[in-house]
């Protein structure tokens, strides 16, 4: 059944204006520098738990950081441009890993030895999916630094480890070897920080050529609820995703009540650019929250 439950974005201080327009975002503060943090900076002064996942057929590891710990933020699933979300587990992170798992079973897709960018990452789950189905080199991205540090290096970590491997169904095609790079920092200028990229200008060229170098995947879930950055987000996309053969994997909420994004909205704005096809590969509507979709992507 369809809910309307309204997607929590702020504290409840900050959340008493969000209702009066769905395209009113409040003002930003300057983005954090882009930077890449390295796996030897995991935080040991925060308390990282973890907890099994059942995702079907497949069992991943998911982690738990307080908030108030490392963001002093007590009653904040996000607050825009200081902290977006990345400690939460959102539910379209587990639809795509489900989709991302039956795409590789129906033999619709392939990670190995593909280059993978998870574009606001957190806990992770889609690019260690990745990692344990054989991409050759794995890309985490998320706005805040300290979300890789104390919550995406520990998961993944947890999930790679040799204690937990053999519980772990799909891992024929995992190779230790992956390239693992994790990246923090506004969409806006990330593109100047990540290894796998094109310009823009070289978009021009015609299908027949050799593909543009780039990300063979992206994936990203929950990335979508904001208007104001949803063109960084594209543009992003845009200079990253390898053309033509790449595909983006992008799981999200039909509507973000309140703020104004969701499928439909990202959607008609890549429909007018002209760049992109999509197709619906799923619809979730389990009455736990608003519809969710995952929806596939790529280069005309």
């Keep these: 059944m369809y809910s309307n439950a309204a997607f929590q974005l702020f504290s409840s201080n900050e959340n008493s204006n969000s209702g009066s327009s769905d395209s009113t975002e409040p003002c930003l503060p300057p983005p954090p520098p882009c930077i890449e943090v390295l796996s030897s900076e995991v935080s040991s002064s925060v308390k990282y738990t973890v907890e099994p996942v059942n995702l079907g057929e497949l069992t991943l590891l ?16 996000l607050v825009p441009g ?6 939460k587990l959102w539910e379209g992170s587990l639809d795509l890993v489900k989709v991302l798992h039956k795409e590789v079973q129906l033999g619709n897709l392939s990670f190995s030895g593909k280059r993978v960018l998870e574009l606001g990452c957190g806990h992770g789950l889609p690019g260690i999916f990745a990692c344990l189905a054989g991409a050759a080199a794995i890309h985490f991205q998320d706005f805040n630094a300290e979300v890789l540090r104390c919550l995406t290096i520990p998961n993944l970590n947890a999930n790679l480890s040799e204690e937990f491997l053999p519980f772990v169904t799909d891992k024929t095609n995992y190779d230790s070897g992956s390239e693992v790079h994790f990246f923090a920092g506004d969409w806006s200028q990330m593109h100047q920080f990540l290894p796998h990229r094109h310009d823009e200008g070289s978009l021009n060229c015609s299908s027949e050529q050799s593909p543009i170098a780039g990300y063979d995947i992206i994936l990203m879930a929950e990335t979508i609820y904001s208007i104001s950055a949803q063109q960084s987000l594209y543009g992003l996309i845009k200079k990253c995703l ?3 053969h790449g595909v983006l994997y992008m799981a999200a909420k039909k509507h973000y009540f309140g703020v104004g994004g969701g499928t439909r909205q990202f959607l008609s704005m890549v429909e007018k650019d002209g760049f992109m096809a999509a197709s619906l590969v799923t619809e979730v509507t389990d009455g736990s929250s608003n ?10």
């Excluded at 200081?82 to 400690?87: D, S």
């Design 62 to 77: 998911k982690g738990r950081v307080s908030t108030k710990e490392v963001f002093a933020l007590p009653n904040s699933d």
């Design 82 to 87: 200081v902290y977006e979300g990345g400690l």
């Design 242 to 244: 390898s053309h033509p």
């Design 291 to 300: 519809v969710r979709e995952v929806w596939k992507l790529s280069p005309k």
